[in-house]
């Protein structure tokens, strides 16, 4: 009888894994009891081969104390054992143990054979172990490969297809066909330019050292894909040269076109926005020196608003051009020099006449006066927002301070008001397109998100200084045009 035992849970004990007997030898009892046992080590013939690593040889099973099988294995007249490790090294798999149903005599060759094929069975169970855990390691590859978001070649010399992983195969092959073997060009159908870059890009990548490559795009059969080369470091394959992998990326491009145009839908809708915000200061202007011309007899009063009237009905065009000119790239053309305090009052003459003034203050602090380079009209648009915001703010009472100084390669502006001041809560978003706090009809949320748009074209920064309750001051800073 031969009975094959193997260590089990973690090496703690040693079970009863295979069996053969003699066909005329009726001994199934006490493989049973074999079946039921589990010995540690130290434990039976078994356990002690195991702890000692060695083979045993006993003439007599039903003589040796150590044997805990004794009762069945006399019922059924059972002798001679003999007991060999398998193992591979100092690694112990299991042992085997040999029954004889007479009393053996030690036998040192027979004891050489046998320990020799413990040996044999051990490195058996080694590479069957190996071949398994490859085959684990494979089968997960395949997988992980077959179910990777992308098309993955792995090709060979002249760009033939040595691997193509499911999605490859779903997205370029005919059914039922494979892609290995076949040139890469045919399979991905590509058109000559792309197919010589692609070679390009190989070359450049099986060059030493290899370029990095970057990701492209080609269009097979109508839908677009972004592709990237990969190295193929596996130096036992060399049939592997290089890998390509391929994302279909047709409709996230077709995603990202429709919302380049919803982009461009809602810019034109702020710009137009914008333009009636800017649009409707001089035209309330207008309208109440309008309106006064109505009831004024005296011709040079008249002809005072009328020249006023003129001076706003320009500034309406200017805004208009200056919005077209944003649509155009925002270019600096009609650039002049511009005296900035001049401007500033400016500004105000024009606020005044809107309807929010009411009896506001104004204080001036123009230090030795300060010059620009600019648009006049982007640098009106920029005094009259805020100075607009201002005088909204402290609603018809108050005082509005402008100030000018140069600070070395600087000049700062200041507009200041004793308005409420600006909540903290809203401060960071004050300058984001459409973020007002004024009713409909009152604030469209544009004016300040134009000044900053326009302040920074002019490499100039805008700050607020702000204490809540106790109002707003908005600094401005230009590159100075002339040295103090
Ligand atoms: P709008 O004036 O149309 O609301 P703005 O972009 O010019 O748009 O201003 C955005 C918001 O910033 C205003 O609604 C207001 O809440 C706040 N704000 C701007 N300037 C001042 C100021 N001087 N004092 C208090 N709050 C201000």
Request: with cysteine.
């Amino acid at each position: 009888m031969a009975l094959l035992w193997q260590c089990e849970r973690m090496g703690e004990t040693l079970t009863c894994q295979g069996s053969w007997v003699r066909p005329s030898h009726r001994w199934g009892e006490f493989l049973s009891v074999c079946r039921n046992s589990e010995f540690p080590p130290g434990m039976d013939f078994p356990g002690i081969a195991w702890a000692s690593k060695l083979p045993l040889w006993i003439p007599d099973v039903l003589t040796d104390s150590r044997f805990t099988r004794t009762p069945t294995a006399a019922r059924l007249g059972m002798h001679g054992a003999c007991i060999v490790p398998i193992r591979t090294g100092h690694v112990i798999h299991g042992v085997f143990e040999l029954y004889s149903g007479t009393v053996q005599p030690a036998d040192s060759h027979l004891i050489h054979i046998l320990t020799d094929t413990g040996m044999k069975i051990g490195q058996f169970i080694d590479r069957t172990r190996a071949g398994e855990a490859l085959r684990a390691t494979h089968t997960m590859t395949q997988s992980l490969l077959a179910s990777l978001p992308g098309a993955i070649f792995l090709c060979g010399r002249r760009l033939h297809v040595q691997y193509a992983n499911t999605l490859a195969h779903q997205y370029f092959a005919p059914p039922g066909e494979s892609l290995i073997g076949r040139p890469l060009s045919e399979c991905l159908s590509l058109s000559e330019s792309t197919l010589q870059h692609l070679v390009m890009e190989w070359t450049a990548h099986t060059a030493d050292p290899p370029h990095r490559l970057s990701e492209r795009e080609c269009e097979v059969a109508a839908r677009l894909y972004r592709y990237r080369f990969f190295p193929v470091t596996t130096p036992n394959s060399p049939q592997y040269q290089v890998g390509i992998v391929l994302w279909d990326i047709t409709d996230d491009k077709r995603l990202q076109d429709e919302l380049i145009q919803a982009e461009k839908l809602s810019s034109l809708g702020t710009m137009v926005s914008g333009m009636a915000h800017e649009i409707n200061n001089p035209a309330q202007a207008i309208l109440s020196m309008a309106e006064l011309i109505q009831d004024e007899n005296d011709p040079d009063t008249v002809k005072q608003f009328a020249a006023d009237i003129v001076g706003y009905a320009r500034h309406v065009s200017t805004v208009v051009r200056d919005f077209a000119g944003y649509a155009r790239a925002a270019g600096r053309d009609g650039e002049t020099e511009i005296d900035v305090a001049e401007r500033l009052l400016e500004a105000v003459k024009m606020v005044r006449r809107g309807p929010h003034f009411g009896q506001v203050e104004i204080a001036t602090q123009f230090d030795s006066p300060v010059f620009l380079r600019a648009r006049k009209g982007e640098i009106d648009q920029v005094f009259v927002n805020l100075i607009s915001n201002a005088t909204q703010a402290m609603e018809g009472s108050g005082c509005l301070t402008l100030g000018t100084s140069q600070d070395g390669r600087w000049i700062q502006v200041t507009i200041a008001d004793t308005g409420p001041g600006i909540p903290a809560s809203i401060r960071p978003r004050i300058f984001d397109p459409f973020f007002t706090t004024k009713t409909a009809g009152k604030g469209t949320g544009l004016g300040l998100s134009i000044v900053h748009k326009i302040v920074t074209k002019y490499a100039g920064t805008i700050t607020v200084d702000n204490t809540e309750g106790g109002g707003t001051t908005f600094r401005l800073r230009f590159p100075a045009l002339t040295q103090p």
